[in-house]
């Protein structure tokens, strides 16, 4: 004997609480989403210091958070960016080719901000549980 579960009708409630949540409390939705944004950012920048090794410091001190924003232009989704601003973060982040002697080389990339956000998901699911609780007992 087997079950299904459809985990569809769960999703729809958690993204209209979500939404209630941004009608009801706007200012304290963003200011949840910049909190959210400045933990990303320095756990990022932990992780940054960990696995590369420091020449000028540019690169530790180039993560920055940008503004919240509406998500593809949309009303009712809201998000907030982490990146670098350094110019040769990419590099560092996705790997490069390079020759030497006539031969073609790839050096890998450290891949931190993709790291840390999949290890960033369960805190921020926690926060998001307990931000929603703070909604429902306002109300």
């Known amino acids: 004997m087997s079950q299904i579960f459809d985990f569809k009708d769960l999703e729809e409630f958690g993204h209209n ?6 009608k ?35 690169y530790h001190k180039g993560w920055k958070k940008g503004k919240v924003y509406r998500y593809k ?6 998000a907030v960016r982490v990146y670098n601003s350094e110019k040769y973060a990419h ?16 050096k890998a990339g450290n ?9 960033f998901k369960n805190e921020f699911a926690d926060d998001i549980s307990s931000f929603l609780d703070d909604v429902f007992d306002r109300f």
């Open 17 to 22: 609480c979500l939404n209630m949540a941004q």
């Open 73 to 78: 232009g949309e009303k009712t989704s809201l």
């Open 24 to 58: 009801t409390m706007p200012k304290e939705t963003r200011k949840f989403l910049n909190t959210e944004g400045y933990k990303l950012r320095r756990n990022v920048r932990k992780c940054g210091k960990r696995e590369v090794p420091k020449v000028t410091g540019k």
């Open 91 to 106: 590099i560092l982040e996705n790997g490069r080719k390079y020759k030497r002697k006539g031969k073609e080389y790839f």
């Open 111 to 119: 891949h931190i901000l993709e790291r840390t956000t999949k290890d």
